[in-house]
């Protein structure tokens, strides 16, 4: 399995040298970008929503979509059924395909922190909190990832799901607003959708609220019903 892990990476890396520029722009301008535009449009008590959202925007959605692409591609190949045969849990290998790509995801991670503290005072109450919430997040985001390429499995129409989903998911569920914001009863449908355990777990950590363990136990929970389902497929 370790050795899968290193394999994922170095393929992982290799990839980014045929789109250097746009990791750069996505990981590094984008962000800055984004942050400073709407954190200048928005009051000082809502600042700590566009740090957490754009840190959920990019952990979420780029860890779900690593996973179900990669997922699909080796399904359609065989790959993943040899994996499979070899005594390999679904989960750990979809797992293991998250970690490969969060290294990818520090740049842009580290420099969406970077900019909430140089440009909005932000400060990082309990790191061990956050270490929770980003653990958490990535979980559930891989076995997510995990069952869209189960049920799908086509890796095209994975890409394309995987594409609307990552948008849906981070601006129609309480990712840059606070779920307060959804009037009832439409407040509990937010519930079925991952990111907002994500967001709310990543939110709450940064303001060092023990909260955050709450949503972050919500992200195991979710995790373990997926992976339920994913035994069904």
Excluded: C
């Excluded at 994922?8 to 250097?20: E, F, H, N």
């Excluded at 449009?41 to 959605?61: E, H, K």
């Amino acid at each position: 399995m370790f050795r899968e892990i290193l394999y994922l990476i170095a393929m992982q890396i290799k990839g980014v040298k045929s789109y250097t520029l746009g990791y750069v722009f996505f990981s590094l301008l984008f962000p800055l970008g984004f942050m400073l535009v709407f954190g200048s449009l928005v009051s000082a008590s809502y600042v700590l929503r566009i740090v957490s959202g754009t840190l959920t925007a990019y952990l979420f959605i780029s860890t779900f979509s690593s996973v179900a692409n990669n997922l699909a591609n080796e399904i359609e190949s065989g790959r993943f059924s040899l994996i499979m045969s070899s005594g390999v849990r679904k989960e750990i290998y979809s797992i293991s395909i998250a970690l490969s790509q969060i290294l990818l995801d520090i740049v842009p991670i580290l420099t969406i922190l970077a900019i909430g503290v140089s440009a909005f005072h932000l400060q990082l109450k309990s790191i061990p909190l956050f270490i929770i919430a980003i653990s958490t997040s990535i979980t559930l985001s891989a076995i997510f990832g995990m069952t869209l390429a189960s049920i799908i499995k086509n890796p095209y129409e994975v890409s394309q799901y995987s594409s609307v989903l990552g948008f849906a998911l981070t601006f129609f569920a309480p990712v840059y607003y606070p779920l307060s914001f959804i009037p009832l009863p439409y407040r509990y449908l937010v519930f079925l959708e991952p990111s907002t355990y994500v967001s709310q777990s990543i939110y709450y950590s940064l303001e060092g609220n023990t909260y955050s363990l709450l949503w972050s136990f919500g992200a195991i929970i979710m995790s373990f019903l997926f992976s339920i389902l994913n035994t069904q497929k």
